[in-house]
């Protein structure tokens, strides 16, 4: 892992040079153009590759074939429109998405959700990553070749979005919160119902381990495929599980504290390794410290009402917030900019795949084929994540 | 049927009788197809990933789902690429299918129900089998697309590869059995003896374990199911060399996957397991019952080369090579040297 | 969140005053204690070239000249040690044009006031860049930002310093059109290439906004029993949720 | 073929070919936005799990598919991509426009990069709306395709004449709920 500062800058120096070259190429290589809508994007990423052989010889992503203007559009929306329209943002946890924009608005207007719905909010929060991961732990099976794990990753998740939907009516976007606390309290049973899922989540994730982890094949496809140093992943600006997988012991929900997290005992995973297994098992380890998470939360779950006093026109005053926290595909921060009226001045999304995927022309270099489809699959992003 | 055709030759023409064998093999290769297909490709799979699979085409269980694949299929428009080499493109399904086709001629079902007793059985099947490749180069090839062109190139070099460790696999059959014509290693299996205790005739799969097992490995690259699907692996390169086949064309590239893997298990079960034979029934019976029997047997072969595709992960084109030359040919080596030194001692 | 008090939010409103091109801590959202030491360290390397700064909800915002971009970016990654980019983009004060249908009373459409006014850490143009990075040991974050020029807005590019910037300043050139100097290759990164325009600009057009300036709002039933303002806000939300 | 472009094709066979269409409609799968997730639900989750109406989503290539279902929001950018592959797809072919972004534009109706519909690219057989529709949206849009190609007749389709939901004559034998769903 250790990588000096000189061999990073002679990483980085060649990869900017070659990469940017990567569309119009000699006669001699073969281009392949992955995508748009290939099997392995799981969206609409493109990857121009150089290839010799089976070997990439350099790497180009095209993004933006899910670009939707958002920051645009948030200009003309107010408050509670923009929150429902950035649950579309990541949309494998699209109430994730909810929490730090609300927060930037509550910071600005210097108001606190009551403790109960803080707690609701962090329980679904994690229930949001949960049901990511476990998509993930399925899709990434599927992506090596085994079909069967992405049915299980899909019925387990089913569970999970169960419990969304009955707390927040949305089965995908929940618009729940609101800017002083959330729409509405849990329904009766709730809890019970979600600590009797939880223990249906430790058993999938038992059963991808048993799957995927002891797997000759898979091993041989994931191990010292795709090492992202701690050090690069940091220049470019991966985060979440991704630098965990790295080694780099950072994770927002310790070390900027929001939400109740610091309430909660919990562990943040790393491994030293940096390659496509790694991050299939730290977030394998993940979904386990999440459901984990949720059970804790749940017994400490305070009474009390889920809205702060606001007034019905959400007017946010004059500032501005910075405002980012631990999404399950890493850092997801809202710069907000107010001037006094019903709807925002400026957000600035940053997104989490956005920076991960921009590691992909240094990391896809010297790969074969294969393994770029092994290394995508690892990143885990969502493409409404990185055009926005 | 096919009784009919052998007891009668006598006073049949040639011509009707080839004629009529055709239409035997004709018949029985999209039949076995579909009830592969059905049964594992659909159900199987289905209720391995706890759902059910095709419940509504035809009522019951969706028993229709595949014959409405294959009408529908006709039905298609046939879309040839603007660049593609037109007669090449529309000869690679054909090949393939004709490799598969003639392999069914020397699977014997019966005492007397096999199309064609070769002296050489064995030997033919996987030469005409190994023919696929150049199947598949041609629909690479002509296709002019660099998906199908890198998936072609992967299949032919996997197919090669594994073409190896198949025949050698065999060779020990053939040796304790010290025959290539398919009907003689039945026999010699219904009349071996293990041990000196002959009972139940000794299916090679007890001796030639190591065989058995080498043989399913390279029957499943030669399939280019998973793991060894790297030339069809979808989250790569697309559908690899049948990538831009439409309609019936398709449908003879899927057609005859299943079709091998049906007469590569038939082949297996022949070699391996003992074949159509039951002991203690013979002559019309054994007609009778023979198939049955080789049936039941290919579908558990079957299971097991599904079983493995739905599960595994794929490998990675060099470390599918590394498999090849360094574990299987060297182990089959290995095997054909035992069998040879145990065969000269008993 | 939970630990931001209520005068913090006081704070920007004193921040947007003009902005001063002298030393902060005249007025008084003051630096946080545990910024001090983080802002004498990249004092220590910009000298005069960083014109301001303050603490806005917990983070340091510095505001640099636009020709010690790239040091602030240096500065950063070497003294406070942060490696980690989390994003550079741009912002554009100017108000925005409202389109010939806009109908100010709808309270489906936020209206701006028309004043130019700057946020934390003050502006002196209408473009800003501005970009946050993190250091991942020290668990601390700051926010740069640096006025562009509006006629020829241009600035350094961190891609030698950040590799990750490439992207974001292509992201940023995109949506606003400011060039990064020392950039590799500032190509269209969102949009085709033939797209014209810097959509980020306040006064880029939202043709659909022109033409109809919210069509949910023929959807609008008057509430059961409910006049007013509060009956008309909660219809607009409504109409925002099911029609998205 | 000729008999069968004037449409004189006898009944039982129309009835079988069409039974046949309908019960085999292998899915090319364009997800492209938050729909495809519950696209993907609709196929993969054991509790939705499309293949038991016959749709089968094996195909990667366009090549070999009957059904496209475009799910999430086209941006122009994406939109000439979209075209030239549904015209690499072999006829009959059906598109199933999944949630609001690809049926107007939902969210982004104002957006300066989203196509606001597909059906400005391509025709489109049936409309599911919702953002996104759940799962079970989606197979009742199913079911919809598969009564119309039930109830199809073969002639004009062969002759390769656009099938236009709601014109008077060719399809008035349609069920109420189709037309008046697929046209919503």
Redesign the interface.
Same mark, same amino acid.
């Given at each position: 892992m250790a990588v000096t500062e000189q061999q990073?800058?002679a990483?980085?120096?060649k990869?900017?040079?070659e990469a940017?070259v990567a569309v119009e190429l000699q006669d001699e290589d073969m281009v392949l153009n992955i995508g748009p809508q290939h099997p392995a994007t799981h969206g609409t990423l493109r990857v121009v590759v150089k290839l010799d052989g089976e070997r990439v010889v350099a790497a180009d992503p095209v993004?933006?074939y899910m670009?939707r203007?958002y920051?645009?559009?948030t200009?003309?929306?107010?408050y !509670?429109?923009v929150t429902?329209?950035i649950n579309r943002i990541d949309w494998l946890s699209s109430f994730a998405n909810e929490v730090p924009f609300i927060?930037a608005g509550?910071?600005?207007?210097?108001i606190?959700?009551p403790p109960r719905a803080?707690y609701i909010r962090t329980v679904l929060t994690e229930l949001s990553r949960i049901a990511t991961f476990l998509l993930f732990l399925g899709e990434m099976g599927a992506q090596v070749g085994a079909i069967t794990p992405v049915f299980y990753g899909f019925r387990d998740r089913e569970y999970v979005l169960n419990l969304i939907e009955a707390a927040t009516g949305g089965r995908f976007h929940p618009?729940f919160n609101r800017i002083g606390g959330l729409k509405d309290d849990v329904p009766a049973g709730w809890i019970a119902e979600t600590r009797r899922m939880m223990d249906k989540v430790f058993e999938s994730c038992d059963t991808f381990e048993n799957l995927l982890e002891g797997n000759e094949i898979f091993l041989a496809r994931t191990k010292g495929i795709g090492i992202i140093p701690g050090?690069?992943g940091?220049?470019?600006?991966?985060?979440g599980s991704n630098?965990r997988a790295s080694g780099?012991d950072?994770d927002l929900r310790r070390?900027?504290?929001?939400?109740a997290y610091p309430e909660v005992d919990f562990k943040v995973w790393t491994h030293p390794g940096g390659d496509s297994w790694s991050r299939y098992w730290v977030r394998l380890q993940e979904t386990r410290e999440a459901a984990r998470i949720v059970v804790d939360l749940l017994d400490r779950l305070p009474s009390g009402p889920v809205m702060a006093k606001v007034p019905?026109?959400i007017k946010v005053?004059?500032?501005?917030?910075?405002?980012?926290v631990e999404n399950p595909l890493g850092?997801m921060?809202y710069?907000v900019?107010s001037?006094?009226?019903?709807?925002?001045?400026?957000v600035?999304i940053?997104s989490a795949s956005?920076?991960n995927v921009?590691?992909l022309p240094?990391l896809l270099k010297g790969v074969y084929v294969p393994d770029l489809i092994t290394i995508l699959a690892s990143l885990y992003f969502i493409l409404g994540d990185i055009?926005r | 049927m096919t009784a009919a055709a052998s007891t009668l030759a006598l006073e049949i023409p040639w011509g009707v009788l080839l004629g009529a064998k055709v239409m035997i093999i004709l018949t029985l290769l999209p039949l076995t197809a579909l009830i592969l297909g059905y049964v594992f490709l659909m159900k199987m799979m289905a209720h391995m990933q706890s759902r059910l699979g095709p419940m509504d085409p035809g009522g019951f269980h969706g028993w229709f789902q595949l014959i409405g694949d294959g009408i529908k299929f006709i039905q298609k428009e046939d879309v040839m690429p603007a660049d593609a080499d037109r007669r090449v493109f529309a000869l690679a399904p054909m090949i393939i299918l004709i490799s598969t086709f003639v392999v069914y001629a020397v699977i014997p079902a019966g005492p007397r129900l096999v199309v064609e007793d070769l002296e050489v059985g064995i030997f033919f099947a996987l030469a005409v089998s190994s023919l696929s490749v150049i199947g598949v180069l041609m629909a690479g090839w002509a296709s002019s697309n660099k998906f199908a062109l890198l998936g072609a190139l992967r299949a032919a070099g996997q197919l090669i590869a594994y073409e190896l460790p198949l025949v050698l696999a065999v060779v020990g059959v053939i040796m304790q059995a010290g025959t290539m014509s398919l009907q003689g290693i039945v026999g010699a299996q219904a009349n071996g003896e293990i041990f000196g205790w002959g009972a139940v005739g000794n299916p090679f799969v007890l001796t030639q374990a190591v065989g058995f097992v080498l043989f399913l490995a390279a029957a499943q690259a030669e399939l280019t199911q998973t793991p060894f699907d790297m030339p069809v692996a979808e989250s790569e390169l697309v559908a690899g060399y049948q990538v831009e086949y439409t309609g019936f064309r398709w449908l003879f590239f899927q057609m005859s996957e299943y079709a091998t893997a049906f007469a590569l298990a038939g082949i297996a079960a022949t070699l391996f397991l003992g074949g159509w034979y039951v002991p203690g029934v013979e002559g019309t019976a054994a007609d009778v019952l023979g198939p049955l029997v080789l049936f039941a047997k290919i579908m558990a072969i079957s299971f097991v080369i599904f079983w493995v595709r739905f599960t595994y992960p794929r490998f990675r084109e060099d470390q599918l090579q590394a498999m090849a030359w360094k574990y299987l040919i060297p182990l089959s080596l290995l095997n054909i040297l035992v069998t040879g030194i145990l065969k000269v001692v008993f | 969140?939970?630990?931001?008090?209520?005068t913090?939010?006081?704070?920007?409103?004193a921040a947007?005053e003009p902005a001063a091109a002298d030393e902060p801590a005249a007025e008084e959202p003051a630096i946080l204690p545990e910024h001090v030491g983080m802002l004498a360290k990249l004092q220590a390397d910009l000298g005069d070239a960083l014109v301001e700064a303050v603490s806005?909800?917990g983070?340091l915002v510095v505001r640099v000249r636009n020709d010690a971009w790239h040091a602030a970016a240096l500065a950063a990654r070497s003294r406070l040690d942060c490696?980690?980019?989390?994003?550079i983009?741009g912002?554009?004060w100017t108000s925005?044009p409202d389109p010939p249908n806009w109908d100010p009373d709808a309270?489906?459409?936020?209206?701006? !006031?028309k004043e130019v006014?700057y946020?934390?850490a003050g502006s002196d143009g209408r473009f800003q860049v501005?970009a946050?990075v993190e250091s991942?040991d020290d668990?601390i974050q700051v926010?740069l930002k640096t006025d562009v020029d509006e006629a020829d807005p241009h600035v350094a590019s961190w891609?030698?310093v950040?590799?990750?910037a490439?992207?974001?300043e292509r992201e940023c050139w995109e949506?606003f059109g400011v060039r990064f100097d020392g950039h590799?290759?500032l190509r269209?990164?969102?949009?085709?290439g033939e797209f014209e325009g810097h !959509?980020?600009r306040?006064d880029?057009p939202?043709?659909?906004?022109e033409v109809k300036p919210w069509?949910g709002l023929v959807d609008v039933e008057a509430m059961p029993g409910g006049a007013g303002?509060?009956a008309g806000?909660?219809t607009?939300?409504a109409v925002?949720?099911g029609?998205? | 073929m000729g008999l069968v472009e004037q449409g004189k094709i006898p009944k039982p066979l129309t009835w079988l070919m069409n039974y046949s269409r309908k019960y085999s409609l292998w899915m090319y799968q364009w997800g492209l936005a938050c729909c495809a997730i519950e696209m993907g639900a609709a196929l993969a989750s054991p509790r939705y799990d499309m293949m038991r109406l016959g749709v089968i989503p094996f195909p990667a290539s366009p090549r070999q598919a009957d059904l496209i279902v475009v799910s999430g929001t086209l941006t122009?950018?994406m939109a000439p991509a979209l075209k030239r592959l549904y015209e690499q797809m072999p006829d009959p072919k059906y598109v199933i426009s999944m949630g609001?972004c690809a049926n107007c534009g939902? !969210?982004y109706?104002?957006?300066?990069?989203v196509t606001?519909g597909v059906d400005q690219i391509i025709p489109v057989d049936v409309y599911i709306p919702g953002?996104p529709p759940r799962p079970e949206a989606l197979l009742q849009g199913v079911v919809l395709l598969q009564e119309r190609i039930q109830n199809e007749e073969m002639g004009p389709r062969w002759r390769g004449e656009p099938i236009i939901v709601g014109q008077p004559g060719a399809h008035d034998h349609l069920p109420e709920t189709a037309v008046a769903v697929s046209s919503a």
């Open positions: 990073q800058q990483f980085i120096g990869h900017l040079a940017q993004i933006g670009h203007g920051e645009k559009l200009e003309y929306r107010s !509670p429109q429902t329209l927060h509550e910071q600005i207007m210097g606190e959700a803080v618009n050090d690069v940091k220049g470019y600006g991966v985060s630098l780099v950072w070390d900027a504290p929001y939400l019905r026109i005053p004059p500032g501005e917030s910075w405002v980012r850092e921060g710069y900019v001037k006094g009226a019903t709807g925002p001045f400026r600035k940053r956005f920076s921009s590691i240094w055009d | - | 969140m939970p630990d931001d008090d209520l913090d939010a006081e704070e920007p409103a947007e806005n909800h983070d490696e980690y980019l989390s994003f983009s912002i554009d925005r309270p489906s459409s936020p209206v701006q !006031p006014t946020g934390a501005f946050v991942t668990k926010i891609t030698d950040y590799p990750g490439d992207w974001h949506m590799p290759s269209h990164i969102y949009l085709p !959509p980020l306040k880029f939202l043709l659909s906004r069509p303002e509060e806000d909660e607009a939300e925002a949720e029609g998205e | 122009d950018k609001s939902g !969210p109706w104002d957006s300066y990069s606001k953002c």
